[in-house]
Every structure is written in C-alpha cells, then in structure tokens.
C-alpha cells in the first residue's frame, strides 16, 4: 500500500513566480518566502526551483530554515530571516550566510556585538503591531543602522488582502515617512501587496502564499495535489452508522471507501461530515469522523473505485477547501505534516 502523496507542480510553481515579477514591474525584484518549509511544500525544492526560475532573494521565518535551505542554494542566493537575530542565532546566522532582517533594539545590539560586519535588514512597524522598530525607535537608531549600509528595509501589510481598506494607504504612508531619503533597498509588499499596484512595490516584493496557489492572487495555478489511498471498501445498509460517535448514518445502501490520512496528518477533524474527497471531478463525500489516520467516503455513485481520492486537486482547491473549514489557505497547506511523500512534477521528468 502506497502511502498518501502530496504532488508538487513545480512548472505551475515557477508560472505563479513569473507571473507575480512580471505584475512587480522593471525596477522591481521579486523573492520567494519559502518559510514553514515552503508552506509545506518542501523549501529545498521549491527554493532550488525559484533559484533557477531567476530568484535570487528568499525570505524563511527563522534561523534554522535558512541553514536548512543553504546548501540548495548558490551563495548569490541572499536568505532573509524575518524573525531577526535571536539569542543564541549567531553561529546559525553566520555559517549559513543568512541575513537577519532586525526588529528591536535588542536584535540591534546583539546584531553589532556577534556580527558587526555582516549583512542585516531593518523591520520597521508601519502598524501592524507584530515585528519591526516603532518610529521612536528607528528615530534613536536609524543614524548607526544606516551608517552600516543595511541590505533591506522592510515592512508588513496588516490588510494587503482586501484591497479597500485603509489601512493599506495608512501604511503606505508611513512607510514613506519613515524611510524615504535612506538610499537603502525597501520592500513593503507580499503577494496581496503586489496585487494592490505599483505604489506597493518599492525594489523587492515578498509574495508566499501566491506562488503555492492560493489567494489573494486568483490567478494563480494550483500547485498542490493531495491524493490519500484506498485501504477498504464496504457496504453499509440503510440504518447503519459510520465512524466514531455514530455522525453519519446511511440513508441507502452505502459503498464507503476508507482512505489512509486523518488529522494526525494535518487534515482539520472541522471536515468530518462537510467536504468532499474527489475521484477526478466526482466527489464523494466525506461520512462521518475524520478520525486520526483515517477518514471514510461515499464512493456509492463511482462506476469503479480508484486506488486514490484526492482532498486537494483540480475540483477542489487549497481555497475551496479552507472555506469549507472555516480557515485560509495558508493553513490548509502548512498543516499538512511530514507523514506524506512528496512528489516533485517538472517538464521532462
Ligand atoms: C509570510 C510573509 C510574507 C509572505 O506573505 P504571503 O501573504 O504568503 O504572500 C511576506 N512578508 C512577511 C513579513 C511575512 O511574514
């Protein structure tokens, strides 16, 4: 029995990457956030990937994603670390060559007392109140941070995905206030930034979610399949129940197929019941409790059942699927655990 795949386009991976650098206009370089393995698509592959496709920037959560990523990479590859410097991060920052994007004024002083010669962004809060320098702040620091030619100034869209609200120019401007005149590389946008228009873009976009698939970039080609194998199949009578706590009771003479994937695989227990797996665009709905390692169908209406049903595919992508649980796409994706093979599809191979 095969174990359950997640598949990997990794040509519709590198349009999505084209198709947001070509939207971020000349004079503009796009990256790749491939942080939380590559919203759990594999950093190594995807990065290594976004490299040949012509991306030279990447940005990872923490230190020890980027030391993971290195040895993919070619050293013109720049890592960022949006979490900054933290304590104990020297030596990973150092032997990886990654780059820490500083958040305080601690981060600073642990920055130039470990590393005083090696390269550093700056992260200045525009508003959303997560990460980055508070203008007093930058104000007292600014002066030693720019003598020492930072690589970046960055910061984070709080509302990026719905492009009416305010706050976005909000942010904008305070950007602008508290950076212009520094002659120093900024970056403002991630991908629903992008979408918002040239103003947002500045000299480096930071798109994630877009470039595996999902929203706010609606044009974007799904990257992720998710197939889970069929272990059993069963008849159950009308009357009968299916699963744990009895949620399901059939109505009909029932086939019920069981795959190999629950929630111990990052599948949200919120489905029981409510989504579909698919047989290429039929569906068969999900009966019962998804259980830990297990979840069962109704595969009644298929003329034949296959060896796999997909929960993620064509018929019902990483967004569909995040409405029927009440959650993003982000979540969807980065949920899914190390337990799946990963398979990577590229032209030729
Ligand atoms: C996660 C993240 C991104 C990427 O965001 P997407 O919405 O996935 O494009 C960019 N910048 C920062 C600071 C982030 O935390």
């Not at 203008?135 to 910061?155: N, R, T």
Request: aromatic share 6%; charged share 20%.
């Amino acid at each position: 029995m095969a174990s359950a795949s997640l598949n990997i386009d990794l040509d519709a991976l590198v349009a999505n990457w084209t198709a947001l650098d070509a939207r971020s206009g000349a004079g503009t370089r796009t990256a790749a956030v491939v942080k939380a393995d590559s919203y759990g698509l594999g950093a190594a592959r995807v990065a290594q990937t976004l490299y040949a496709a012509g991306a030279r920037t990447f940005f990872v959560a923490v230190a020890e994603e980027g030391a993971k990523i290195r040895p993919y990479l070619a050293p013109d590859a720049q890592i960022f670390v949006l979490s900054g410097h933290m304590a104990g991060d020297f030596e990973t920052l150092r032997d990886a060559n990654l780059t820490p994007v500083l958040n305080s004024l601690d981060q600073i002083t642990r920055q130039f007392e470990t590393l005083p010669d090696a390269p550093f962004g700056v992260q200045l809060d525009t508003g959303m109140n997560r990460l980055g320098l508070e203008a007093e702040d930058w104000a007292q620091a600014a002066p030693a941070l720019l003598a020492k030619d930072p690589a970046l100034i960055m910061s984070h869209l709080a509302c990026a995905d719905e492009p009416d609200h305010a706050m976005n120019a909000q942010q904008l401007a305070e950007f602008h206030r508290m950076s212009d005149g520094t002659g120093v590389a900024r970056s403002l946008s991630a991908t629903g930034g992008i979408l918002l228009g040239p103003d947002y873009h500045f000299d480096l976009t930071r798109p994630g979610i877009g470039l595996y698939g999902g929203r706010p970039f609606e044009a974007a080609l799904p990257v992720a399949t998710l197939s889970l194998p069929v272990i059993q199949t069963r008849e159950v009578q009308p009357g009968e129940t299916v699963g744990y706590g009895n949620l399901w009771q059939a109505e009909r003479v029932t086939r019920i197929a069981t795959v190999a994937a629950g929630y111990a695989d990052g599948i949200h227990r919120v489905l029981s019941n409510i989504s579909d797996l698919w047989a290429g665009d039929a569906p068969c709905p999900v009966r019962g409790r998804v259980s830990m390692d297990l979840i069962t169908a109704d595969v009644t209406d298929l003329d034949e059942v296959p060896d796999t049903l997909d929960l993620i595919c064509a018929a019902q992508g990483i967004d569909a699927l995040a409405d029927i649980a009440g959650t993003i796409g982000y979540e969807i994706l980065t949920a899914l655990g190390p337990r799946y093979t990963r398979f990577y599809t590229e032209r030729g191979t």
